[in-house]
């Protein structure tokens, strides 16, 4: 939009409601394409009834530097030998990324992420350098980027996606159905819906640029890395697996399954990305598990059940979000981060 244009629109706004969206702007709260069109909700009050008080960062826009990419949660920025990793309050479902932020989940998954590498450093070592201090020029915007970002190790990238299973649900379930098996590995008859499975399995994934992942036997993951990496991956990942399941359960959650990424460095292996976090795992209260169908999970189950509600057709654009949905998304987010840290989000 033109800058006049602007400065007319700006204009059409009431002062209370733009001193608010002036705040939002700060934390990106508005970037991106739609911008116009949420700021038109802001004026009428949408925006401002969902989280009246909360700060929310849809996208970092820091001037004069750029992240070298945006992923659908993640702003990405290159320092050389090592990375400046911001998690947005973006939220994707059904591999689109909705408009509406879901304030603090950026800062759940860093802080739940630092909370697992910490715990299972033993296993591993991570990608984690500094998630308090930022180097020049970033250190100018560190209310910005408190509690939601990380100094990371520059590595090389596994292109598989490790993901290990103790549950059967999700893509796994629909083959299953389909086949009897899950990535070359055959289970027994007659499971249903979100049954255990007798022993964690690793189901690795190829990465998709866009669309979903790509489930394939551990065969083709060794003609892609190489037997022998292959095979440690797999072991480490069932290990981290083992050990939060096991973490988890007394804490009254199932840890049905989750997504693991690796990279190289100088040779060595090192768990990088997020860790264990409701973007990357299916959590499930224990309390209500019930095998033969689909579990309530902490996730954004809201949003999914509320996008089926609609009848979205799942292809871009997304829509907003209602201040109901976001509300109780932010909450079974935040709730995770309780349980399994023990102690609230700050």
């Known amino acids: ?62 001037a004069g530097l750029t992240p070298s990419a945006r992923g659908k949660v993640r702003d990405i920025y290159n320092l050389g030998d090592k990375l400046l990793i911001v998690a947005t309050d973006r939220l994707s479902a059904f591999d689109v990324v909705m408009p509406t932020p879901i304030p603090n989940k950026g800062k759940v998954l860093t802080q739940l992420s630092l909370f697992w590498f910490n715990l299972l450093k033993d296993v591993i070592p991570n990608h984690v350098l500094s998630a308090t201090e930022f180097p020049a020029p970033f250190d100018v915007h560190a209310e910005e980027l408190s509690g939601r970002s990380m100094v ?3 590595t090389q990238p596994l292109p598989i996606e490790c993901v290990v299973r103790g549950y059967i649900s999700g ?3 629909k083959d299953y159905k389909a086949a009897g098996a899950i990535c070359g590995i055959l289970l027994p008859a007659g499971l249903v819906e979100s049954d255990k499975l007798p022993e964690p399995i690793f189901t690795p994934a190829t990465k998709a640029t866009s669309g ?3 489930n394939i036997s551990f065969e083709r993951a060794a ?83 509320y996008l089926e509600r609609i009848q979205w057709p ?33």
């Open 1 to 62: 939009m033109p800058a006049s244009e602007g400065r007319r629109y700006i204009k059409a706004v009431p002062k209370k409601v733009f001193k608010k969206f002036a705040q939002v702007m700060r934390f990106g709260g508005l970037a991106g394409t739609g911008r116009c069109a949420r700021m038109h909700e802001l004026s009428r009050g949408d925006f401002l009834s969902s989280a009246p008080t909360m700060k929310t960062l849809r996208e970092t826009q820091f």
């Open 152 to 154: 990371v190790k520059k």
């Open 171 to 173: 893509s796994g379930w």
């Open 212 to 214: 979903h992942d790509e």
């Open 223 to 305: 003609g892609m890395i190489g037997k022998e990496l292959a095979e440690k991956v797999r072991n480490v990942s069932i290990t981290i697996y083992k050990r939060a399941a096991e973490y988890a359960a007394p804490r009254g959650i199932l840890l049905a399954d989750t997504k693991f990424e690796f990279g190289l460095l100088n040779g060595e292996l090192i768990w990088i990305d997020e860790a264990l976090t409701p973007d990357s795992s299916r959590f499930w209260p224990a309390a209500q598990y019930e095998p033969g169908g689909a579990q309530p999970s902490f996730d954004k189950q809201f949003v999914r059940d």
């Open 314 to 346: 799942k292809t871009p654009p997304g829509p907003e979000l209602p201040a109901d949905v976001v509300a109780s998304t932010r909450a079974k987010y935040r709730e995770a981060y309780r349980i399994l840290a023990g102690h609230e989000l700050d």
